[in-house]
């Protein structure tokens, strides 16, 4: 069992930037690929981003590429989530995840441990 506790979350104006943190329990991190989604009230689910257990490579949905950044630190069991130039349709609980190894990193199905969520808003 792996928990996950996010972090980082909170009121920005849009334009701002907000770093998330979602650190994790288990002595084997680096087997794991992360990553974050998010959901706003009366919405699906949504991938955001992602970065693979053993290269590091990363992914991002469209709407975000060249603004949010994932990274992971192994050392301290943490992935982050740099995310830059919010809009305030970005307002959403954003959600860590984690599965073993690799897999579709777009989909929530493939994703076996999931955090609480920090809320991000983003006003106009």
């Known amino acids: 069992q792996v928990q996950l506790v996010e972090s980082g979350g909170g009121l920005v104006q849009a334009g701002g930037s907000l770093r998330l943190s979602c650190a994790a329990s288990?002595?084997?991190?680096?087997?794991?690929?992360m990553g974050w989604f998010r959901q706003a009230p009366g919405k699906e689910r949504e991938f955001v981003a992602a970065i693979s257990w053993n290269f590091g490579t990363d992914y991002y949905a469209d709407s975000v590429k060249g603004r949010f950044t994932i990274s992971r630190e192994n050392a301290k069991n943490t992935v982050y989530l740099q995310m830059n130039s919010l809009k305030p349709e970005e307002t959403a609980l954003y959600y860590c995840?984690?599965?073993?190894?690799?897999?579709?990193?777009?989909?929530?199905?493939?994703?076996?441990?999931w955090g609480q969520g920090t809320q991000v808003t983003v006003s106009s």
């Open positions: 288990t002595r084997t991190f680096s087997s794991y690929s």
């Open positions: 995840t984690a599965r073993a190894y690799g897999g579709n990193y777009y989909s929530h199905n493939d994703y076996h441990y």
